[in-house]
T-cell receptor, first 115, second 114 residues
Framework: GENVEQHPSTLSVQEGDSAVIKCTYS??????FPWYKQELGKGPQLIID?????GEKKDQRIAVTLNKTAKHFSLHITETQPEDSAVYFC??????????????FGQGTTLQVKP | DAGVTQSPTHLIKTRGQHVTLRCSPI?????VSWYQQVLGQGPQFIFQYYEKEERGRGNFPDRFSARQFPNYSSELNVNALLLGDSALYLC?????????????FGDGTRLSIL
């Protein structure tokens, strides 16, 4: 089955700095790559996603880059703000019998943005 | 528009009891998935239902069951509760089951087993 790893497990940055979280996956058939943000007491919320035919996608301060050859994708947050503090999860997905809609999450990265 | 709603928000049970958790998907969404999130870990897939049929099942024992109703709401049932079942149970909905359909999560039910 799919093996998903995130690095680092915790990340502490000063407000205004950039943060990068990397997700490595094992299933070469994965073709959908979302990032979720989970705040304390809340469910995960999709913040950005990318499909395998695109190498990079940006949405204001957030971007995702994909390297299909190396089987990893990364979340980039620029000009970090205290409200970016949360746990971030990657969840690569693929088409295939029985797998559609079944997300396999990484173990999460706790991001702390210090004011 | 209302998001995914789950009830109850918190629940305390004792070992051996059973529990029913409920989920209402976003209006128009026909697919509902259930996840278990143990403290400090990522969510783990339990079930997916689409059009009232089970479309996927994760690696969970038969004590876990679910169903989806004609209005697309869903219930997750857990029998013979164990201490290890203590977790946040998340429900997610999407319009259909195709890959790349963003899943929208509720805020979960926090289940504590004493």
């Amino acid at each position: 089955g799919e093996n998903v790893e995130q690095h680092p497990s915790t990340l502490s940055v000063q407000e205004g700095d950039s943060a990068v979280i990397k997700c490595t996956y094992s299933d070469s058939a994965s073709n959908y790559f979302p990032w979720y943000k989970q705040e304390l007491g809340k469910g995960p919320q999709l913040i950005i996603d990318i499909r395998s035919n695109v190498g990079e996608k940006k949405d204001q301060r957030i971007a995702v880059t994909l390297n299909k050859t190396a089987k990893h994708f990364s979340l980039h947050i620029t000009e970090t703000q205290p409200e970016d503090s949360a746990v971030y999860f990657c969840a690569p997905d693929r088409e295939g019998s029985g797998n559609t809609g079944k997300l396999i999450f990484g173990q999460g990265t706790t991001l702390q943005v210090k004011p | 528009d209302a998001g995914v709603t789950q009830s109850p928000t918190h629940l305390i049970k004792t070992r051996g009891q059973h529990v029913t958790l409920r989920c209402s998907p976003i209006s128009g969404h026909k697919s509902v998935s259930w996840y278990q999130q143990v403290l400090g870990q990522g969510p783990q897939f339990i079930f997916q239902y689409y059009e009232k049929e089970e479309r996927g099942r994760g690696n969970f024992p038969d004590r876990f069951s679910a169903r989806q109703f004609p209005n697309y709401s869903s219930e997750l049932n857990v029998n013979a509760l164990l201490l290890g079942d203590s977790a946040l149970y998340l429900c997610a909905s999407s319009p259909w089951t195709a890959v790349g359909q963003p899943q929208h999560f509720g805020d979960g039910t926090r289940l504590s087993i004493l």
